[in-house]
């Protein structure tokens, strides 16, 4: 977990916290609430610092109070979006977020606004988990130059572009050539970004607090090529010999750069830990569930884990597996 954050499960909060409220300026809903809940914070004793900027603004830069203390928490008001802006804004000083959905779906930002006081009063208590997830670096290197270095936290990826031909990408995990990639470009996910852009391109859901990389090809020409779940430990190399004209690198939905011939694109695993606040109520498969509508008809069933001495399988006591509602979740 963070080393800066003072907040530690099991352990009762200290009586002021150091807060940050992160969201967008430009969505009236999120300023409207920002200063509904810095104003209800105040009140209740905690320090809160706004950092409200423009959705398109993710310039790395000191995030934490300005006094030069750390914060112990952020309250990133908004979508996924907001909290991929707010981990790279905290760069390499990260602590944990607790994600407040105030968008559509919200993966991270999982949390309603209406479940705020009662999720606080879990994190005064100590009621609430720190779940840690892999974060990455990108280096783009030109002519044996590092052209670009960013910090990410759900994928990289690499997309042919116009005139929209496919392209060769040659991957190479710690400097051993692996394969060569024709296709419409490559994703190489985190965990975290396995619900994301990974899976709408037909990749795997793997749980966020692993360390791995999952790589999915775009439209491979292969049939035999298809997604790859590999140890975080790796380095990855993808080098593009011919690229089109519209070729890119992008980071976390944002072009980094676009990519000229025989530039190598560099992914490992970085130093930080995004960290997300987890409680009784919401864990990794309910999320699952709300969001993706998993397990047919498993809302509302009632249904639990077994007790001790009870049967393992949910559906032994009613006659099979059409008990459980035609899915494993």
Known sequence: MSVLSRLHPEHPSPRQLNLVIAGSSELPAVVAEASRLQSSLEKAGHRVTSRLALQNDWSEGRFHPDDGTTADLVLALGGDGTILRTARWMGYEQVPVLGVNLGTLGFLADFSILEMEAVLEDIAGGRFRLVEHLM????????????????????????????????????????????TYRSDGLIVSTPVGSTAYNLSAGGPIVRKDLDAFILTP??????????????????????????????????????????????????RRATPRFTLVETRTHGYYRTLR???????????????????GEAHGVGEAHGGVAATGGGAA
């Open 218 to 267: 775009l439209s491979p020409h292969t049939l035999t090529n298809r997604t790859v779940i590999d140890s975080a430990m790796r380095c990855f190399e993808l080098l593009v010999p011919r690229p089109n004209q519209g070729s890119a690198c992008v980071v976390d939905g944002r072009m980094i750069t676009s990519l000229a011939a025989d530039d190598r694109v560099l992914i």
């Open 136 to 179: 990455f670096e990108t280096e783009v290197i030109r002519d044996r130059v590092t052209i670009h270095r960013e910090l990410g936290l759900n994928e990289t990826s690499i997309f042919a572009g116009p005139p929209f031909s496919m392209i060769e990408i040659c991957l190479f995990v710690d400097g051993e050539i692996a394969t």
């Open 290 to 308: 709300d969001k993706l509508h998993w397990g047919g008809g498993i809302h509302g069933t009632g249904l639990r884990a077994p007790r001790a």
